[in-house]
């Protein structure tokens, strides 16, 4: 005689009723309310991530950072694949400035499930490998709920452009 949970999971998908919570793993966290989910996403952005990347502090985010992840950084270039290359990248980066000043702004969450995508605009004013320099840059963060933690599986940084009207350029 068949299995009964595996003839459940099949109706499921046979009858075409959603996925989410009915075909659960079994190792995956359940569904969170979408105001939950947001405020652990705002939280693991702005504190977790964020705030310890502007101190220098890479360790306390290490555990949010996916072993599959994929990065485009603010310096262009071709994209980095793998969370132990961040992890380096970021000790390269964090070894070689001094922020002094770190402010985010015009953020929005959108939560879909398991993922949840965060974008931000913040203006930094820092310090690396001895040039100081203020920017306004904008970050796209792509996260997936593995088990009870938000993990980054994808970070696209860039410097924001000057208006094409304008003379200024951004010094990047």
């Not at 994929?70 to 980066?93: C, N, S, Y």
């Amino acid at each position: 005689m068949p299995d009964l949970s595996v003839l459940i999971r099949g109706s499921c998908l046979v009858l075409a009723v959603t996925a989410l919570g009915c075909v659960q793993k079994e190792d995956e966290a359940p569904t969170l309310d979408l105001a939950t989910a947001e405020k652990e996403l705002r939280e693991v952005s702005e504190v977790v991530v964020n705030e310890n990347f502007a101190a220098n502090r890479i360790d306390p985010f290490v555990p949010h950072i996916a072993p599959d992840v994929t990065v485009f950084g603010p310096a262009g270039g071709p994209r980095e694949d793998g969370g132990e290359k961040m992890i380096e990248h970021l000790r390269q980066a964090a070894a070689n400035k001094t922020t002094h000043r770190w402010e985010e702004k015009d953020w929005k969450i959108q939560v879909y499930g398991d993922v949840g995508i965060v974008t931000f605009i913040y203006d930094h004013d820092s310090t690396r490998n001895g040039v100081r320099a203020e920017r306004t840059s904008r970050a796209t963060y792509v996260f997936h709920r593995r088990g009870e933690r938000w993990v980054l599986v994808h970070d696209h940084t860039s410097a924001l452009r000057p208006d094409p009207a304008s003379d200024e350029t951004d010094g990047s």
